[in-house]
């Protein structure tokens, strides 16, 4: 008789735009390595679709206990969702409402839907198992990455150290990743100027004249990390445009102390 295997191997970064799914998504990755895991999928995915097809194509399937996936959208997941764990994240949505202004080059009515999107997510995830999902802060990940870490690790099953903790934490600071995003860039712009062949696993098109570089490693993308610090909100909005975030907000702010 053939042993069926159906423990957990799948981690999904499932969280609206502009709340730290890219730090979760790539701490992930690294607490799993340090166990001597196979992290999976190697090469990172650009698409959502790309993601969800791996999922119903490989991990669901996959009979290797050694084995592990790590999957990031900006989807709403269904519960109970086959050997899988969700990780979601919390941010006050007025920051959120900055950040994807700034990133996506948008108006404050877009933006505004962005925040509101975090809304939907937290309502529908808080009635989910806890034992399958978490909510992690972003505010957190920004001021106590190495006690998030922790909690992570815990959450997924893998136990590190505090010192392991430490050193993931200092390779995806901003600083870090930063630094890693305009050397792509700066590989990329410089191709192009020498009409040179681009690898097109390492670049975004949004339209033929506005890209991104796409680091396949971690899928950080140009401009994925924002000067923003919590709180920016506030000295980056026109006085009724606070006004209607406030009041937008306001339960979610009560609820969360922000």
């Known amino acids: 008789m053939i042993k069926i295997i159906m423990s957990i191997n799948s981690f999904w970064i499932s969280t609206t735009p502009r ?40 991990s669901l399937i996959d009979q290797n206990d050694s084995n592990k996936y790590v999957f990031k959208i900006h989807h709403i997941l269904k519960s109970n969702l086959p050997r899988s764990k969700i990780l979601t994240t919390i941010r006050d949505p007025r920051d959120i409402c900055i950040s994807f202004k700034e990133f996506m080059k948008t108006d404050f009515d877009t933006a505004l839907k962005a925040g509101k999107s975090l809304l939907k997510y937290e309502k529908i995830y808080k009635t989910y198992n806890k034992d399958y999902l978490r909510f992690f802060r972003y505010e957190n990940i920004e001021n106590k ?23 993931i934490s200092l390779k995806y600071n901003k600083k870090k990743v930063k630094t890693l995003i305009k050397r792509n860039d700066e590989n990329l712009l410089s191709k192009i100027k020498n009409k040179e062949e681009i690898d097109k696993s390492s670049i975004v098109y949004f339209s033929k004249d506005n890209y991104r ?24 909005f026109s006085s009724k445009e606070k006004e209607i975030l406030n009041f937008e907000f306001e339960n979610f702010i009560s609820e969360y102390k922000f």
């Open 19 to 58: 709340t730290g799914s890219m730090w979760l998504y790539n701490v992930t990755r690294e607490i799993l390595k340090l166990s001597k895991i196979n992290v999976l999928p190697i090469k990172i995915p650009k698409s959502d679709q790309q993601f969800f097809e791996i999922f119903e194509k490989q």
């Open 145 to 167: 990455p190495i006690e998030t870490i922790l909690e992570i690790a815990n959450f997924i099953g893998y136990k590190i150290n505090y010192k392991d903790a430490e050193e």
């Open 213 to 236: 570089s796409f680091d396949t490693n971690t899928g950080f993308q140009t401009n994925h990390i924002s000067n923003r610090n919590s709180g920016d909100w506030e000295k980056s």
